[in-house]
């Protein structure tokens, strides 16, 4: 038998299962680069339009609807003179399962996400402390580099890109991956036997 090969965060299935399948797992991993690239062209032009020319988003969303609706007047008012069928315009309605759906998963996550600051606070789990507090002041230097619209746009760029890059040499990833997980716990070994073990076992993780 085949010793079993290392995965990152225990992936067992393919990349693109992982995703989800389907068309959103197509267009993250580029299976169609006209697409994939048409979209990540439009979120550079979107970035560059609102924060290198300074562009404001009501202003963009009202000058579109003006244009918009402007042609659509006058090519149904013309229509009649030019002998041509006026425009098809599209109903266009929110289905009612989506937006529970969407809902009912928003609110799941935010459940979580309470749950888990919750469990912190009583002081259960130090490890996860420390990665929260870490994930927290990461974010806040990051914020003061740059503002929300490009911090936005550098997770979209690496969301992008990374899941099928990833795909094309998670080979050399995992095995790079499994060396720093080795790493990292003697790391965390050592940092456990000096400092976390001479905390009061009240503050240390506790066993439900």
């Not at 550079?44 to 300074?54: G, K």
């Not at 609807?65 to 013309?78: C, D, G, M």
């Not at 969301?159 to 998670?170: A, D, H, N, R, W």
């Not at 991956?177 to 940092?191: H, Q």
Request: proline residues 4%.
């Amino acid at each position: 038998m085949k010793a079993k090969i290392y995965r990152l965060f225990g992936r067992e299935r393919p990349v693109h299962s992982v995703l989800g399948g389907g068309k959103p797992a197509d267009l993250v991993l580029w299976r169609n680069k006209k697409i994939s690239g048409g979209v990540l062209a439009g979120a550079t032009a979107i970035w560059l339009l609102f924060e290198v020319m300074e562009y404001h988003l009501l202003t963009l969303v009202c000058h579109c609807l003006i244009v918009s609706l402007a042609i659509l007047f006058l090519w149904s008012n013309a229509s009649s003179f030019i002998n041509k069928s006026p425009p098809n315009i599209p109903e266009v309605k929110i289905p009612e399962d989506v937006s529970v759906n969407v809902a009912l998963t928003l609110r799941y996550e935010i459940n979580r996400g309470f749950a888990t600051l919750r469990e912190i606070g009583h002081g259960h789990d130090l490890k996860k402390f420390l990665i929260v507090i870490a994930g927290l002041w990461l974010f806040s230097v990051l914020g003061s580099c740059c503002n929300f619209l490009t911090l936005f746009y550098i997770v979209f760029v690496a969301l992008y890109t990374i899941p099928v890059l990833y795909e094309k040499y998670e080979d050399k990833v995992d095995a790079f991956g499994e060396k720093a997980m080795i790493e990292l716990k003697k790391y965390y070994a050592i940092f456990d036997e000096k400092c976390l073990s001479k905390i009061p076992k009240g503050l240390k993780d506790k066993k439900h």
